[in-house]
């Protein structure tokens, strides 16, 4: 309890896990209180997927814009503030955008961001509209924006702020750390959605640090999922064209290829796909049995996590946490577009009642 009597606030993962992190006493820090996101035991889901592991959703979701990368960005924007930057500069599918865009207004950074035409959903680009980054869509894919974004940041004053910022993965590691910090040990498994490849290398950098200082006893599988259409680490080749309904992962050229890879090998995982039927069967069931709504692309871990149960892959009582990376008010044209339209009635007692079926 705070001395206001009120209970203390989580203080954002640079205060909670400052010891672990690059920043010292010169480093200002630009926080919306991220991290500290619910790991949220998901025993219907696991039933009806018919596995018997202990299943847990790291809902990353309930970060201040809505996914996983605020925490990365409250360390690249603060590091960019404390290097003296005036503006930065990402390629996105658009929740780098949001948050991004939210971070560097916060500390009168400029803000530019490079998206897809007509490839990002609804809610992120609302989301940095209205923090006022300078939003330029790109025609091409999310690979060749992030090839523009890096030419320029050659030539230009502005900081890179997309996943190749080393600081981006530093602040990424500590869902690893909250995870361990929740389970009291890490888990058998983590399962999470792959697009450009930061975060599974960003949670492997952070379970092995937990691992060396002794906090945890173990190691978990990593186990990352492609969309079948946009799966380059799977096939071992550059996707020119990738395609899936989960924009957020529709990359074919992923910045962080060879950690991913590595992570995947060294914790005895692996990189697989899931095909946009089975994200969205995934989608739909996360919602229904535990009532937590992710984006289409967060959907992709609990389908590998049915992909690999239906093979027979699990131990009984194994510990299984999946990242549910984004929120699904991000995405409503999809939940609205796969759902049945809402039946309107004349209005009167008699016609509601004739609907309810009483
Ligand atoms: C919801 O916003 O690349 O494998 O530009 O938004 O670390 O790239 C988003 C990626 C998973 C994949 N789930 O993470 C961007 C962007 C959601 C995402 C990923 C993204 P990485």
Redesign the pocket.
């Known amino acids: 309890m705070s001395k206001h009597g009120r209970m203390d606030r989580w203080p954002g993962i640079i205060e909670s896990y400052r010891e672990f992190l690059p920043v010292d006493e010169k480093t200002p820090v630009v926080t919306l209180l991220e991290g500290g996101t619910p790991l949220i035991p998901a025993p219907r889901l696991a039933e009806m997927i018919g596995g018997n592991i202990d299943l847990f959703l790291k809902f990353e979701g309930e970060n201040p814009t809505g996914?996983?990368?605020d925490r990365g960005m409250t360390l690249a924007i603060s590091k960019a503030k404390e290097e003296g930057a005036r503006a930065v500069i990402?390629?996105?599918?658009?929740?780098?955008?949001a948050s991004t865009a939210a971070y560097s207004t916060r500390c009168g950074l400029k803000a530019y961001v490079l998206i897809p035409e007509g490839k990002i959903a609804l809610g992120k680009m609302s989301q940095a509209l209205i923090h006022q980054a300078t939003i330029l869509q790109v025609k091409g894919n999310?690979d060749e924006a992030l090839s523009l974004v890096k030419q320029v940041a050659e030539k230009y004053p502005v900081t890179v702020v997309n996943?190749i910022n080393p600081y981006r993965l530093e602040g990424q590691k500590t869902a690893a750390f909250e995870v361990c910090d929740v389970l009291g040990s890490a888990p058998d498994y983590h399962f999470m959605?792959?697009?450009?490849?930061?975060?599974?290398t960003a949670h492997w950098m952070g379970y092995n640090e937990y691992y060396k200082c002794g906090k945890i006893a173990s190691l978990p599988k990593m186990i990352g999922l492609q969309a079948a259409g946009s799966a380059p680490i799977v096939h071992g080749r550059v996707i020119k064209e990738p395609h899936t309904i989960a924009t957020?992962?529709r990359?074919g050229n992923?910045a962080s290829w060879k950690p991913a890879l590595e992570a995947a090998a060294e914790s005895k995982g692996e990189i697989n796909l899931v095909t946009d039927e089975e994200i969205t069967e995934a989608y739909r069931m996360i919602a229904k049995y535990e009532g937590v709504f992710c984006?289409p692309?967060?959907a992709a871990g609990v389908a590998g996590v049915i992909k690999l149960n239906k093979r027979g892959h699990f131990k009984k009582g194994e510990v299984a946490v999946c990242t549910l990376?984004?929120h699904g008010l991000k995405d409503p044209d999809f939940s609205i577009g796969i759902s049945e339209k809402p039946e309107t009635i004349p209005g009167g007692l008699d016609s509601l009642i004739q609907a309810l079926g009483f």
């Open positions: 996914s996983f990368k990402c390629a996105s599918t658009g929740n780098t955008s999310f996943s959605p792959v697009g450009n490849a930061g975060n599974i957020a992962i990359i992923p984006e692309a967060s990376t984004g």
